[in-house]
């Protein structure tokens, strides 16, 4: 009978022991993509504002020579970070692209000038900025038209602003269920071990000396949690990377590695703070309150 209590009692351990684990995988992989996303939030911004582009529309009698030239003059414009040229041809096959292939036949001259695509350096990607150097660049005689759209930025900085708080809420709610579990868990362990813990008392054991293994085994079940959730956030990365490998390129090691980092010690503190205030409380109760458990 004892030994069918005992194995009952390490089913359940074994069980509280994986859903303990999968749920700390969880809050860490959240714990990582928040930590991605706040130490390159500054590069993912500045790639997407760098990626903006400004289009000078040059006159319908201006030459492509002439354009080239004018382009040449804006390498030494403040805030101007690169430069496309976009030919006649280019800008007609651009065109046939999104409006078909006989778009032209409704004109009697093809309406596409000569064009000039700017990429600012990231500084000048805001609206006031953005107004000077459309006031620079329309200077030109040369000039009849400068476009931009600064409304992906915008949108940008909102979305990345409301995925910040949704990964805030769901790390909170899987922060408490990782909780509740680790208490469950270092509950059913105090239960299977009660004898031990009561003899360990009378002898004068000090709650120190009864609370290391316990803390001991927690601190290994975070970085085991942390280890799997580190396998998930890069599985996640290699996957995202094959849509936006653009975006991948402001991803530097040393920013990896900070979120490892950050991941393995959230785990060990998560494990070990829960069951620090878990055992530190039942190592206080006396014999009936211990077996009661």
């Given at each position: 009978m004892q030994n069918l209590s005992n194995r009952l009692v390490r089913r359940r351990l074994f069980g509280a022991w994986v859903s303990t684990v999968i749920s700390i995988s969880l809050v860490l992989l959240l714990v990582g993509v928040a930590s991605i996303l706040l130490l390159n939030a500054r590069s993912v911004s500045d790639y997407f504002k760098e990626n903006l582009q400004v289009s000078v529309l040059m006159k319908q009698d201006v030459t492509e020579e002439q354009a080239l030239a004018y382009q040449s003059s804006l390498a030494g414009m403040p805030g101007?970070?690169?430069?496309?040229?976009?030919?006649?041809?280019?800008?007609?096959e651009e065109m046939a692209q999104m409006l078909g292939r006989d778009f032209l036949d409704v004109f009697s001259t093809a309406p596409v000038p000569v064009s000039i695509d700017v990429n600012l350096e990231a500084a000048y990607v805001s609206p006031d900025s953005l107004d000077v150097v459309k006031k620079a660049l329309s200077a030109s005689p040369l000039v009849d038209e400068v476009v931009y759209q600064t409304s992906l930025v915008e949108a940008l900085n909102a979305n990345l602003q409301k995925i910040g708080l949704v990964l805030g809420v769901l790390i909170l709610l899987l922060l408490f269920i990782s909780f509740v579990l680790i208490g469950n868990m270092v509950r059913l362990n105090v239960f299977s071990r009660r004898f031990t813990i009561h003899t360990m008392q009378l002898v004068g054991a000090t709650r120190g000396f009864i609370r290391a293994p316990f803390i001991g085994q927690s601190a290994l079940q975070g970085l085991f949690a942390a280890l799997v959730a580190i396998l998930m956030l890069v599985a996640g990365l290699f996957i995202l990377r094959k849509e936006f490998v653009q975006l991948f390129e402001i991803f530097r090691l040393d920013t990896l590695?900070?979120?490892?980092?950050i991941v393995i010690v959230s785990g060990v503190l998560i494990c070990v703070v829960s069951t620090w205030i878990v055992v530190g409380r039942l190592v206080r109760f006396d014999r009936d309150q211990l077996y009661a458990i």
């Open positions: 101007v970070k690169a430069t496309t040229f976009i030919s006649r041809e280019q800008g007609i590695l900070a979120t490892m980092g």
